[in-house]
């Protein structure tokens, strides 16, 4: 069986609104929009690969953004940090870290809040990416000021069990593991391509998550719903919706809560996934 993560899904208080910060001010290309009953979607993601951005909008429902403690920040890899952290605070965005450059890793990074109170922080590397991440300089050309997404980082409140999950029960390998002050992270990738996603659990908080109303949901494309369904359920996971094929679109969908709580989409495409989404049955039939 073969999974790999697509986008992760936020809510957003004016959809337009979030759309032009993404795709004119941060550069992510809007891929595509979507109306389902009661809401607003688009989907981003750069034309260089990287992780893939949905937002939604309730069209029955005003309230505020509240992001509880769930949703930590997203990460944007960029060309030029400073070009982008300026862009960005040009365009009414709160500076929350302008841009310098770190001791441990030869990085510059800056953060700001968007519209909506997202915590947004943007990546310049001077050594190349890590394996399996984009690198933006090597995209950029003529001086073109390049972004793109890269890991979108939740928190956690058990690390072992989060990781138990993603990695055991879900199939995405562990890339990664670093301690930094107060705070344990590891991030998850499918080798096959895809989103990128980074679990972060505070060491001095053990509290529950609070979803809040800003993340909705997390895709994981796969080959075979029912059987990560399956596997899902008995790993523990509250059943929210059984596997479903859809009438609108070809795929068979189901939905459950993990330990966390965060609302898991799992996603299987009967007649091939969308542009620069891999598809998890080619993987699966070419190994």
């Known amino acids: 069986m073969v999974s790999i993560l697509s986008q992760y899904c936020i809510y957003v208080s004016d959809i337009q609104r979030a759309i032009e910060f993404w795709r004119e001010v941060v ?29 939604a909008q309730k069209l029955d429902d005003d309230a505020p953004i509240d992001m509880g403690t769930a949703m930590w920040k997203l990460y944007v890899n960029t060309s030029d940090c400073q070009a982008l952290y300026d862009r960005a605070i040009a365009a009414g965005c709160e500076s929350v870290t302008a841009p310098s450059r770190l001791d441990r890793w030869p990085v510059t990074m800056a953060y700001i809040k968007d519209p909506d109170g997202y915590l947004v922080e943007f990546v310049e590397y001077h050594e190349g990416t890590n394996p399996g991440v984009p690198d933006p300089k090597r995209a950029a050309a003529d001086g073109e000021l390049v972004s793109i997404l890269s890991q979108y980082c939740i928190y956690v409140r058990d690390m072992d069990a989060a990781i138990e999950f993603w990695r055991d029960v879900v199939g995405i390998p ?11 992270e590891a991030i998850l990738q499918s080798p096959y391509g895809g989103s990128r996603m980074q679990l972060a659990a505070k060491l001095d908080d053990d509290a529950p998550i609070d979803m809040g109303n800003a993340m909705w949901k997390l895709y994981v494309n796969t080959d075979d719903c029912q059987a990560l369904y399956d596997r899902a359920v008995a790993a523990g996971c509250e059943s929210v919706t059984p ?18 709580g965060y609302l898991v989409e799992f996603v299987e495409y009967h007649e091939g996934t969308n542009p620069g989404v891999p598809d998890p049955k080619q993987v699966a039939s070419a190994t």
């Open 27 to 55: 550069g992510i290309p809007l891929v595509s929009e979507t109306d389902i009953p009661n809401h607003k979607e688009a989907i981003l993601q750069s034309p260089h690969g990287g992780s893939r951005l949905q937002l």
């Open 174 to 184: 562990l890339v990664s593991e670093t301690d930094i002050p107060n705070v344990r």
């Open 243 to 260: 596997p479903t094929r859809t009438e609108r679109w070809p795929v068979t969908i189901a939905f459950v809560k993990n330990a966390d």
